[in-house]
């Protein structure tokens, strides 16, 4: 695998800023800041398998959905004198350009080819101060209830897709929101109304929830690191508010260890550097799991840290401000027998590179009476994206 900085510049370059507005509130947001140089990570195919995401349906507030990638150019590329940064297989795997990058385009041309990809049944919502990026599939009026789904660091709701729309088939009104700070929701900068803590998190989440009118109590699905974990000490907070609990693989006790990512993040300038690695988020699901991304996936989960460097600092300072193992514990033990009495469902992925199984099962010992423990085969830290109709079939048979 070979690591090089890639050369914003072409031949034929385009206007590298574009502008994404809300269907529901014309709200204009800069999908694109000027771009600096990016760390470029091969793409790691050998060996590995390919899964597709399953079936998919139209949910009421879809604004766009992914498109499909072009079609390969057979024509002998151009002479550039710049070829040697994009034109070799290291740089044209981490981009997704087509077979004559150098012909073709540069990063700015990608970004304005990719820039409407992943946002199925998504929505651009204000609540507040800060603007969130939420998925939503079915009706208010939906029979069987309202879900709402949370992910965990450094991906986003994307994973949620396939999941939320067939839940949605099934009769629940599902929401899946960007953390702000994560995927196509808004990115303060730390000290500009948002310094990424925990509270601040739960504060405005409550916000959204009263902004997307979700009715309690509600059914609440979490999973991930960090902001993910951050869902589950909500739910602590507010048990009133939810009347059954799902959770993915997520660190559950004391001893889950802490993944090198986040720790890489919380070394002084190290992290800095960390942080704009474009390709941090997929090669970071891909770890975690059995299998490689498809392209077009790779390409969304890409897209938030390619168009600008606020997704990485975000990831930066939420990293820095939580203290994983102290969160970890208050989890242990806030949903121990005796303190937490609603039903809760444990869905976990036991190929999950980073959590171990035994997290658990220390878990489900705790209290018996109320977690259920369902372990699913073939996938890994992101069951929701490794397998979503396990997990369907798991949340069915729970909600």
């Known amino acids: 695998m070979s690591e090089m900085w890639w050369c914003p510049f072409s031949s034929n370059s385009q206007p590298m800023a574009s502008s994404l507005s809300s269907p529901l509130l014309n709200l204009p947001l800069s999908s694109s800041s000027s771009l600096s140089n990016y760390n470029a990570v091969g793409a790691i195919t050998a ?10 349906s139209r949910g009421r507030t879809v604004i766009a959905n992914a498109t499909e990638k072009e079609e390969q150019g057979k024509d002998s590329p151009a002479f550039n004198p710049f070829g040697f940064v994009t034109d070799n297989p290291s740089s044209r795997s981490a981009i997704q350009l087509p077979e004559s990058p150098a012909e073709d385009g540069n990063v700015g041309q990608v970004l304005y080819r990719t820039e409407d990809k992943g946002k199925d049944y998504g929505s651009y919502i204000r609540s507040g101060e800060f603007v969130w990026f939420v998925r939503e599939t079915g009706s208010p009026n939906s029979r069987r209830g309202t879900i709402v789904f949370l992910h965990g660091a450094p991906t986003q709701s994307y994973s949620y897709r396939v999941v939320m729309s067939q839940m949605s088939d099934a009769g629940f009104h599902c929401f899946a929101p960007d953390w702000i700070g994560f995927g196509f929701s808004e990115k303060p900068y730390a000290g500009y109304g948002f310094d990424y803590t925990e509270k601040e998190f739960h504060d405005e989440f409550d916000k959204l929830l009263g902004v997307l ?28 508010r939810i009347s059954k609990l799902a ?8 001893s889950s260890p802490v993944p090198g990512l986040f720790q890489k993040l919380r ?15 997929e090669r970071f699901i891909e770890a975690g799991s059995a299998y490689v991304l498809k392209l077009e996936k790779a390409d969304v989960y ?16 939420a990293s820095r401000k939580a203290n994983f193992k102290d969160i970890a514990s208050q989890i242990a033990a806030g949903f121990a027998s005796g303190r937490w009495d609603k039903p809760i469902l444990i869905a976990w992925g036991i190929s999950d590179k980073y959590l171990p ?6 878990f489900q010992k705790e209290n018996p009476d109320c977690v259920k423990l369902k372990l699913i085969e073939g996938a890994g830290h992101m069951p ?16």
């Open 47 to 56: 060996g590995a398998c390919w899964r597709s995401g399953g079936r998919r």
């Open 213 to 240: 009118k979700v009715k309690s109590p509600f059914l609440l699905v979490v999973q991930g690191f960090l902001v993910g974990s951050y869902g589950l000490t909500w739910a602590l907070k507010n048990p009133s």
């Open 247 to 254: 959770i993915l693989n997520t660190p559950l006790t004391a």
């Open 267 to 281: 070394i002084p300038l190290y992290g800095e550097f960390t942080c704009q690695n474009a390709v941090m988020a």
């Open 302 to 317: 890409r897209l938030p840290y390619l168009s600008s460097g606020a997704p990485g600092f975000a990831l930066l300072e």
């Open 357 to 362: 199984q035994s997290v658990a099962e220390e």
């Open 384 to 399: 929701q994206e490794d397998w979503p109709e396990k997990v369907v079939d798991a949340l069915r048979v729970f909600f």
